[in-house]
């Protein structure tokens, strides 16, 4: 069975502190590790898919990162604006696209 | 542009009444999701289906139905709503097969009084 954990549950930061947030996860066959954003009141937002370890990518002050085991997103330099909850979500060797999603960390941005 | 929508942001119902979610994607996507997400347990998936007429039970299904007629449309029915149904309702689609990143509509907050 799929599993993920993200971690920490909340994490707040001031503006312009920079920080990251985990994603372990266990799969049979990774398929993709996503990353979404999600507002309150809304629906996820997808951000990014990584395939394989060692796999970066970049939006803004966001960058996602690969490993076999988890990934991370890292914020650089945050603004109010990047509060919210990040979920991260794994899609294994079944078929037909099957998510397994974490529970989140919600992110808060203090000015 | 991606586009998602589902037929209602809330809705209030009352324990026993049929309820029907709509969800529409105008994105031409072989696969389309619905999910409910509680504080706390993240979101779960219900059903999904890969094809016109076509369902397969996600990891909760007890308690509800689908029902595709149409590609861009996947409705999901709670056939005797429940006070433990009042949910965050999520609708997402992708194109077919793996790799792909799901698309999610704006949510129906569902509440069973």
């Known amino acids: 069975e799929d599993q993920v954990t993200q971690s920490p549950e909340a994490l707040r930061l001031q503006e312009g502190e920079s920080s990251s947030l985990n994603c372990s996860y266990t799969v049979s066959g990774l398929r993709g590790l996503f990353w979404y954003r999600q507002d309150p009141g809304k629906g996820p937002e997808f951000l990014f898919t990584l395939y394989s370890a060692g796999e970066e990518k970049e939006k803004e002050r966001l960058k996602a990162t690969l490993t076999k085991k988890e990934s991370f997103l890292h914020i650089t330099a945050p603004k109010p604006e990047d509060s919210a909850t990040y979920l991260c979500?794994?899609?294994?060797?079944?078929?037909?696209?099957?998510?397994?999603f974490g529970q989140g960390t919600i992110l808060t941005v203090h000015p | 542009d991606v586009k998602v929508t589902q037929s209602s942001r809330y809705l209030v119902k009352r324990t026993g009444e049929k309820v029907f979610l709509e969800c529409v994607q105008d994105m031409d996507h072989e696969n389309m999701f619905w999910y409910r997400q509680d504080p706390g347990l993240g979101l779960r998936l219900i059903y999904f289906?890969?094809?016109?007429?076509?369902?397969e039970k996600g990891d909760i299904p007890e308690g509800y139905s689908v029902s595709r007629e149409k590609k861009e449309r996947f409705s999901l029915i709670l056939e005797s709503a429940s006070t433990n149904q009042t949910s965050m309702y999520l609708c997402a689609s992708s194109p077919p097969g793996t790799d792909y990143e799901q698309y999610f509509g704006p949510g129906t907050r569902l509440t069973v009084t």
């Open positions: 289906s890969y094809d016109v007429k076509m369902k």
């Open positions: 979500a794994v899609q294994g060797g079944t078929s037909y696209g099957k998510l397994t």
